[in-house]
């Protein structure tokens, strides 16, 4: 499971957390502007915005779960395992459009597009074909969330074709699909950040005994779609600052809502779910801060440390042990 989100303040923020039971190796990625890109089917592209995200490094590829680029664009892919499907490669001369691999879906994007409106426009004339990186890294079936500072959108490659749908919550997780995601939220209209009015009937006095009971209901296991309930909850009745450190911090505490921690999700025997890593990208300043399993200290990397101009991946393995901060020794 993998839960994603968007927070805005003076900046706009977007992360996700990767649950899974194992880690690919994958590190900080950044494609400076002239790193070839050589897609499968739609060809090369020497020039391009630059990116900043996490990425499995395959053969020199960045094969990104997560990025943002220069412009303030960002996408991440989600697990949607039984329900992403994907087209056939046609040979070119039978298809006017575009075909995308879907491990090259995010460069694909984000290479060339500012907004989400630009997004939009490629995504009209595109296939994305599930064609595989390699034998050992087989179609991985995900979902999309791309988002500007100003709106976000999820695209979802099905059976019945390819649905781009408006999220005006700025969260996605996994399974169901979107629409049936957004339409559980329904079932929560009652709940609040305030606390409840004793209206269960007349003839009762209940009391609000204890802070927090306008949430009563909110789910707490780590199916995904509790996690969307959960998180769509705290991401809308967040409350932060607006400076950086402030925002950072708040957007952790809105991820950390969905925390998986080791023990309390069996995949297969003696397997556990967990937090892997959490990731809040400032779209705007290009810089990607995170968190691990065992590194609660927020760290970061910043594109704009680097020379964007080059043609060369330059990675940041991730700092995956964090240090207990003493007081008195
Ligand atoms: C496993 C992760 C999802 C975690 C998740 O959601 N776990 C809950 C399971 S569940 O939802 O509860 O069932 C996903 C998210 C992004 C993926 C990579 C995307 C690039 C690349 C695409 C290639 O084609 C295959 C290799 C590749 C490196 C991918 C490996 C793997 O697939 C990644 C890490």
């Known amino acids: 499971m993998c839960t994603a989100a968007t927070y805005k303040t003076k900046d706009f923020y977007m992360g996700r957390t990767l649950d899974y039971e194992f880690s690919y190796g994958e590190q900080i990625a950044i494609t400076p502007r002239n790193y070839e890109f050589d897609f499968r089917f739609a060809g090369k592209i020497k020039s391009h915005y630059a990116l900043i995200g996490m ?8 094969l990104y779960y997560d990025a943002v680029n220069e412009k303030g664009l960002g996408m991440a892919g989600l697990n949607f395992v039984g329900n992403a499907a994907y087209e056939e490669a046609l040979p070119e001369d039978e298809t006017e459009v575009s075909q995308v691999a879907q491990f090259e879906f995010i460069p ?5 597009c500012a907004t989400v409106a ?8 595109m296939r994305l074909t599930g064609t595989a990186f390699s034998e050992q890294l087989p179609t991985a079936q995900l979902h999309w969330i791309i988002a500007d500072k100003d709106s976000c959108i999820v695209v979802e490659s099905m059976k019945d ?61 780590l199916s995904s779609q509790s996690r969307f309930v959960k998180v769509a909850f705290t991401k809308l009745n967040s409350i932060s600052g607006e400076e950086e450190d402030e925002s950072v911090s708040q957007f952790f505490h809105i991820l950390g809502s969905v925390d998986q921690q080791r023990g309390c999700c069996e995949v297969t ?12 990208c400032n779209t705007a300043k290009g810089i990607y801060y995170y968190t691990t399993y065992d590194n609660h ?21 991730l700092l995956s042990k964090g240090k207990v901060r003493w007081q008195n020794k």
């Open 161 to 221: 074709g390819l649905h781009v749908y408006d999220n005006p919550v700025g969260v996605l997780t996994n399974n169901p699909p979107f629409l049936s995601q957004m339409f559980a939220l329904n079932n929560y209209a009652g709940v609040s950040r305030k606390q409840p009015e004793s209206t269960f009937a007349g003839v009762l006095q209940l009391d609000a005994y204890s802070r927090g009971m306008g949430g009563m209901g909110i789910p707490g296991d």
């Open 297 to 317: 200290q927020i760290t970061a990397v910043d594109m704009h440390a680097e020379n964007l101009d080059s043609d060369q991946l330059i990675c940041y393995p």
């Open 269 to 280: 025997e003696g397997k556990y779910e967990i937090t892997i890593y959490t990731s809040c």
């Open 55 to 62: 990425a499995f490094v395959a053969e020199g590829y960045p």
């Open 118 to 125: 630009e997004a939009r426009e490629k995504l009209a004339t």
């Open 108 to 112: 694909w994007i984000l290479t060339q």
